[in-house]
């Protein structure tokens, strides 16, 4: 097995600065009520409302990132060389506005916010391969592996891997690992989301830290962890962070919000815990809201 390090940058969070950006990135109007059954749990209801919706997708040196496909609800557009998209609907899922995108080479990106009459997009989509802020690892999947990125370590069961049917999968893995860190005020560009909204009423997330993995075949097609499995994350400790354990939480793409799924515990100076699934997943605590 070949494991590749890279040293990524670490987590510190300002919640004033992203929570201005946050504000300036998705100002507007006066907010429509959805219909629908936003609670189905695997495939909620979407509901295309009138908006005037902008935005611009920008590469991580900031040039504008043409060829991205931006959807929303049953609307698909293409940036051009300038990066920019527009809709004139946005697909709402209980009162949030939810827009993927995707580009090949890339990791893809969810961002959401409140649904408004008028919004503003910008985000930044990530490169995959070896950089200052992602790391990429080939290896067998017959074996226990485990993958380290910075801080960051990822332990995998052997034989834990499959396709996305759930059939055995044997052969190799690549990982593409993204560890989203403070840059100059670009983090807030590149979290999926964009306001740390979670699944509850009257809370924020406060991110101690936000990740991507993203598992493929040699094909390219997407692999999954086994149901029932689960992989045991290690993650450093902030030197600003002193809570013995703090929730875990994974990103709810089609709500575009995120949800509590475990927590992980402190044991000297990393963070423990398990996971059964990847997708954006981050650590922090409970930020409540007046």
């Keep these: 097995m070949k494991t590749k390090k890279k040293k990524l940058s670490t987590f510190n969070f300002q919640l004033s600065t992203l929570f201005l950006l946050a504000a300036i990135l998705f100002a507007g109007c006066t907010k429509d009520n959805p ?7 695997d495939n909620p ?3 295309m409302q009138d908006a005037k919706v902008s935005g611009t997708v920008l590469d991580i040196s900031g040039n504008p990132l043409s060829g991205v496909s931006v959807t929303t609800g049953t609307e698909k557009v293409t940036t051009g060389s300038d990066g920019v998209f527009t809709f004139t609907q946005a697909g709402t899922v209980n009162d949030r506005a939810v827009f993927k995108l995707e580009k090949a080479g890339y990791f893809t990106l969810t961002r959401s916010c409140d649904v408004r009459d008028v919004m ?3 985000a930044i989509l990530c490169h995959k391969g070896n950089s200052e802020i992602s790391a990429q690892a080939d290896f067998d999947a017959s074996a226990e592996n485990t993958i380290e990125a910075g801080g960051l370590k990822i332990e995998l069961p052997a034989k834990c891997i499959v396709k996305t049917d759930g059939s055995a999968y044997s052969g190799t893995v690549r990982a593409d690992v993204l560890f989203i860190g ?14 740390l909204a979670t699944s509850k009423t009257g809370e924020m997330m406060n991110p101690v830290g ?29 030197s600003d962070v002193i ?13 575009g919000v995120w949800k509590q799924e475990g927590s992980v515990t402190r044991q000297g100076n990393v963070y423990i815990g398990g996971v059964s699934h990847f997708t954006y997943w981050g650590t922090g605590t409970v930020w409540p809201i007046d």
Excluded: C, Q
Aim: charged share 30%.
């Design 35 to 41: 219909a629908g059954d936003p609670d189905n749990p």
């Design 45 to 47: 209801a979407v509901v």
């Design 120 to 122: 503003h997009i910008e």
């Design 182 to 195: 403070p840059r100059d005020g670009k983090t807030v560009l590149m979290m999926p989301g964009g306001d």
């Design 210 to 238: 936000i990740a991507d993995v993203t598992l493929t075949d040699g094909a390219g097609n997407l692999l999954k962890i086994k149901e029932k499995s689960e992989v045991r994350i290690t993650y450093p400790v902030p």
């Design 243 to 255: 809570d013995a354990s703090i929730p875990l939480w994974t990103f709810d793409e089609a709500r």
